[in-house]
């Protein structure tokens, strides 16, 4: 007697794949990441692109089974004493989104910083499939909304894990705050801003998140 076992291999698509049209909604010369809407171009790569649907969409991936996602946090804060004077840097904001009255620290320079601090969270994957497969559990963060120029989100980190059929497992993750949330601001420096971020984990009908408050107390 023949026994088959069918294990999926859970690949994601690690590129965004556009239309044809977007071929003519910029110049083969230009290498801009950001939108620009003065010439109609969306911007690239699914930390900037903000226009029509793409083919396939950054993470995409076929299985022979699905999955869902449960978690219990609902949000988390973290609290960084720093020396203004040492670890602190302004912040581009979006025309009229600055908050009021200003953070006495905007934002807070990586570069300066032990960054010792981590945001930490699991979830539970389940398989509500008839076949076991292998799964990649892709996490993102957005930066406060109020901040300009930065990405919409940013992948970082990711765990393949393998969900028996009918069953669940729980997937840790530890995200450190100085890697996560940080962004290349304006002025080039890599800081952490201040105010609420977001992680999302998962894409698409899977995708849950919760915000991300960081408090830098000067």
Same mark, same amino acid.
């Given at each position: 007697?023949? #026994?088959? *076992?069918?294990?999926?291999?859970?690949?994601?698509?690690?590129?965004? %794949?556009?239309?044809?049209?977007?071929?003519?909604?910029?110049?083969?010369?230009?290498?801009?990441?950001?939108?620009?809407?003065?010439?109609?171009?969306?911007?690239?790569?699914?930390?900037?692109?903000?226009?029509?649907?793409?083919?396939?969409?950054?993470?995409?991936?076929?299985?022979?089974?699905?999955?869902?996602?449960?978690?219990?946090?609902?949000?988390?804060?973290?609290?960084?004493?720093?020396?203004? %004077?040492?670890?602190?840097? #302004?912040?581009?904001?979006?025309?009229?989104?600055?908050?009021? =009255?200003?953070?006495?620290?905007?934002?807070?320079? !990586?570069?300066?910083?032990?960054?010792?601090?981590?945001?930490? *969270?699991?979830?539970? /994957?389940?398989?509500?499939?008839?076949?076991?497969?292998?799964?990649? !559990?892709? /996490?993102?963060?957005?930066?406060? =909304?109020?901040?300009?120029?930065?990405?919409?989100?940013?992948?970082?980190? *990711?765990?393949?894990?393998? /969900?028996?059929?009918?069953?669940? /497992?729980?997937?840790? *993750?530890?995200?450190?705050?100085?890697?996560?949330?940080?962004?290349?601001?304006?002025?080039?420096?890599?800081?952490? =801003?201040?105010?609420?971020?977001?992680? !999302?984990?998962?894409?698409?009908?899977?995708?849950?998140?919760?915000?991300?408050?960081?408090?830098?107390?000067?």
């Amino acid at each position: 007697r023949i #026994m088959m *076992f069918l294990k999926q291999t859970g690949g994601r698509l690690p590129l965004t %794949w556009f239309k044809n049209e977007y071929v003519n909604q910029i110049p083969m010369t230009s290498m801009a990441l950001r939108p620009d809407a003065a010439h109609g171009y969306p911007g690239r790569t699914y930390k900037f692109y903000g226009g029509p649907a793409v083919l396939y969409p950054f993470g995409h991936g076929l299985s022979y089974t699905t999955f869902t996602y449960a978690s219990g946090i609902t949000g988390a804060t973290v609290t960084i004493p720093i020396g203004a %004077w040492e670890h602190c840097k #302004m912040l581009t904001y979006k025309s009229g989104a600055a908050p009021s =009255p200003s953070p006495a620290c905007p934002a807070l320079n !990586v570069a300066s910083h032990r960054c010792n601090e981590v945001v930490s *969270f699991s979830l539970t /994957v389940a398989n509500t499939g008839c076949v076991g497969g292998d799964h990649v !559990v892709p /996490v993102y963060t957005a930066p406060p =909304p109020e901040v300009g120029d930065a990405p919409l989100k940013q992948l970082v980190a *990711f765990r393949r894990v393998f /969900v028996p059929a009918g069953a669940a /497992v729980d997937v840790p *993750f530890a995200l450190n705050v100085c890697k996560a949330f940080a962004i290349v601001e304006e002025t080039a420096y890599t800081v952490v =801003p201040s105010g609420v971020s977001t992680v !999302v984990v998962g894409d698409d009908a899977l995708a849950l998140s919760f915000a991300v408050t960081i408090n830098l107390a000067v």
